[in-house]
């Protein structure tokens, strides 16, 4: 009993307590200032987004990929780059304070507009139509007006033509008007804090909803673009990608040929450009890159005839080669190509060249001391004493030989593991050939040798047959669902309405009496102008109809 | 003719008299509504979205109890009966996995997309050629592609043992493929009495292969 007394006699101040801590809560949040103030932090934020370098999407949730990425930025931001990172200046928008801003901003509109909502829509549906006298004696906007007999019924009329809804009432000698028109424009104020509230909405549904996922593929070959066993997954095949270059070397044009699969089965087919997605179960499929640079690398087991290995290769790096050109002692181009390297000494790369008269010279590229400078390094195996070095576009004399450093070029290349052979990992170099052809040079599955490999010419060594069965286009496709930019495109028609509403339709509402020759027109306080500019119009509209039927 | 307190407020053009705590709780339903308009919207966008998945009888069915020598429900771990399933084969027939009770079964989980099952499907495909005398079966269950990918692969990499698709992913799900990183290829080993006996996630190499072989063959591995 007596717990129950004490608990009583402290819950009523609290209980009061709480309700004054909610109405002051409601207040803040309804508060315009608050809105504004909340804005400029958002925007400061987003300045702030846009000036420090944000870590990219690839990056993202890898957090020693993020410290890598932070290393690169410690040459701008030197010993700050810790603090910032940890305040989350480098990824701003996913930072908490961001999204609580963002959060909170979304609720101060909403309770702002909850706030406003009934007391405006009252005053639409239910405008007060009487006021007393002393309004016109002391309204902020009032205009008088000498008025012949018959007054009212004139200002009613011009009234109507100017497309105000009229009342009137009559008390005494005095008759009132009240004319609203489009009293309903208020209401534009709402559709633009509905559009603001969407366009959070889409905001906060693209952060939770959203779903992108950039796929590489190459020609011929198939990728899912969920983790495995999603239900829902999707196969995405490229039957084509091609790639347009103008003479320049500048793409025109990439685009691919697509079928999409779920459940095992064909969904859709079709064409999709870098503009021109294609869209299957609210997903958008389109081309974010190309790369020419890929091969169909195929081994065969030779007993059994089965594959072991059939890989499309993306060779996404680039190895250094010479472009040579040896002449002989007579004048006489005998070498004229791109050497593939396949021995790695050092900081130099090169291979064993074989000349036509039989002779033998390992040719590289080193690294030069300037930057981005490369030299030819030409040496004679047998006469380790006879070697020279050149700088690009030199030549110098090696073996009776003149040797010219033509350029250095970057062969398409990659380093994986896999291959079956020897080794756990093979480069291989995709290179074209004087002619025009492609061929692929895999150094690693044998130990000592660099296999090369003509398009569907299979080559067997011992119980494995290697066939490069021909270069593979990969097509970089982007897979995005977004279900929020439903939402912003609303708001966005929204938001023009509702600005397009309150800014634009001539809304106004008057309280005229008329009392003897006096007619004392008022309005409320505004300082648009609106109301003097509809007063002049009035006037002239009021002395036409008043010299009309005279004259 | 009435006097009115606060005159300008209600002509409309002064700041509105804020609502009294009454009047906040019946004005939340407002932003309620709005919210539960959104929310209504999101959720039908993520059912109509949601709908691919196929209902066709295909999937997990019950394990016979009289296949079931633990007594446990079946799961994916070891030392219990797996689950069992129905699935369609590449050719068009159907494959219950229960059918292979009484045989040492490798169950491996894969795609032809997926580029470490290609790398150890010469080695499950050598396994199976050399403990097929001891009754080895290996049960490769697709992900989720159609029939002629499927088919195609199976030809090129010399596949001669039963091949099924799980097309909505409803039985990797129930293997929880992958454990933790819930990765391609899975594989699962089960003795002839029907017993998860050991498991591996990852692509299997000679060694690692040979050595579960071991735990489940009759006369243990090579």
């Known amino acids: ?551 | 003719m009435q006097e009115h307190p606060s005159l300008e407020e209600d002509l409309g053009e002064r700041p509105r008299r804020r609502l009294e705590p009454a009047g906040v709780l019946r004005i939340v339903v407002f932003p309620a509504a709005v919210l539960a308009l959104i929310l209504g919207g999101l959720w039908y966008l993520d059912t109509r979205l949601s709908s691919g998945s196929s209902n066709d009888g295909f999937g997990i069915v019950a394990l016979p109890t009289a296949k079931n020598p633990t007594g446990r429900s079946p799961a994916s771990d070891i030392g219990r009966a797996g689950p069992d399933f129905l699935l369609e084969t590449p050719e068009g027939g159907t494959l219950r996995f229960s059918d292979f009770q009484g045989h040492p079964v490798l169950l491996n989980f894969w795609a032809s997309w997926c580029a470490p099952c290609r790398q150890e499907m010469p080695e499950l495909v050598a396994a199976f050629e050399r403990y097929r005398d001891q009754g080895l079966i290996i049960v490769g269950v697709d992900l989720q592609q159609p029939a002629s990918k499927v088919t195609k692969f199976a030809n090129d990499f010399g596949i001669h043992f039963p091949l099924a698709i799980d097309r909505d992913g409803e039985v990797a799900k129930a293997w929880r493929i992958g454990g933790p990183i819930k990765g391609l290829p899975s594989s699962y080993f089960i003795d002839a009495s029907g017993v998860i006996q050991d498991r591996f996630y990852g692509p299997l190499a000679k060694d690692s292969l040979e050595k579960r072989l071991a735990k489940i063959l009759p006369q243990g591995a090579s």
């Not at chain 1, 944000?54 to 990056?59: A, E, I, L, M, S």
């Not at chain 1, 040496?379 to 070697?387: F, G, L, M, N, V």
């Open chain 1, 1 to 551: 009993m007596a717990t129950s007394v004490e608990s009583s006699a402290r819950g009523w101040p609290r209980s009061a307590r709480t309700s004054d801590l909610l109405v002051w809560l409601w207040r803040l949040l309804a508060s315009a200032q608050l809105a504004v103030a909340l804005t400029g932090f958002l925007a400061l934020a987003g300045f702030l987004a846009v000036m420090i370098p944000q870590v990219p999407v690839p990056v993202r949730g890898n957090p020693f990929a993020v410290d890598v990425w932070l290393e690169t930025q410690r040459a701008h931001f030197g010993p700050f780059t810790e603090a910032m990172h940890r305040l989350g200046l480098f990824d701003v928008v996913h930072t908490w304070w961001f999204l609580a801003g963002l959060g909170l901003l979304a609720v101060s509109v909403c309770v702002y507009t909850a706030d406003r909502f009934l007391s405006i829509w009252g005053n639409v549906t239910k405008p007060r139509e009487v006021v007393p006298d002393s309004f016109f004696d002391r309204a902020a906007n009032r205009f008088t007006v000498a008025t012949a007999e018959g007054g009212a019924g004139r200002l009613e009329a011009v009234l109507r033509r100017r497309r105000f809804q009229v009342r009137h009432a009559i008390d005494g000698e005095s008759t009132y008007l009240f004319a609203d028109r489009f009293a309903w424009a208020q209401l534009g104020t709402f559709v633009s804090h509905l559009a603001l509230v969407l366009f959070l909405a889409g905001g906060l549904v693209s952060k939770t909803q959203g779903y992108t996922n950039g796929l590489l593929i190459a020609e011929g070959t198939t990728s899912p673009i969920f983790a495995v066993s999603n239900p829902h997954q999707i196969l995405v095949e490229v039957v084509d990608a091609v790639g347009k270059f103008d003479n320049a070397g500048a793409p025109t044009d990439y685009h691919s040929q697509l079928i999409l699969y779920q459940n095992g089965k064909e969904v859709k087919r079709g064409s999709i450009t870098v503009n021109k997605p294609m869209f299957y179960g609210g997903y958008r499929f389109h081309q974010a890159g190309y790369l020419s640079e890929g091969a169909a690398l195929r081994v065969r087991d030779v007993t059994s005839g089965n594959l072991i290995y059939d890989e499309a290769l993306a060779m996404q790096d680039l190895i250094p080669a010479p472009a040579v050109v040896v002449h002989d002692a007579q004048g006489a181009v005998v070498l004229d190509d791109v050497i593939v390297p396949t021995d790695f000494v050092g900081q130099a790369s090169g291979t064993l060249v074989s000349m036509p008269d039989g002779r033998e010279f390992w040719v590289g590229v080193a690294p030069g001391v300037a930057k981005n400078a490369w030299r030819l390094v030409v040496y004679d195996p047998k006469h380790e004493t006879a070697q020279l070095s050149v700088a690009q576009g030199d030549s110098a004399q090696l073996g009776g030989l003149k040797w010219t450093f033509s350029e250095t070029t970057g062969l398409p290349s990659i380093t994986t593991e896999g291959v079956p052979g020897d080794n756990a990992q093979s480069l291989v170099v995709l290179s074209t050939s004087r002619p025009g052809g492609d061929y692929l040079t895999v150094l690693g599955p044998v130990d000592g040798r660099a296999l090369t490999l003509y398009p569907n010419q299979p080559v067997p060594i011992g119980d494995e047959e290697y066939t490069f069965a021909g270069r593979r286009e990969f097509a970089g496709i982007e897979v995005r669902r977004d279900p929020g930019a439903k939402f912003i495109w609303v708001a966005a028609g929204l938001l023009i309405a509702g600005l397009m509403v309150s800014f634009y339709v001539p809304r106004l509402r008057l309280w005229a009496r008329v009392r003897g020759g006096e007619t004392v027109i008022a309005g409320p306080a505004e300082r648009s102008g609106a109301f003097q500019t509809e007063m002049k119009r009035l006037t002239r509209e009021l002395d036409a109809a008043q010299e009309g039927p005279d004259g």
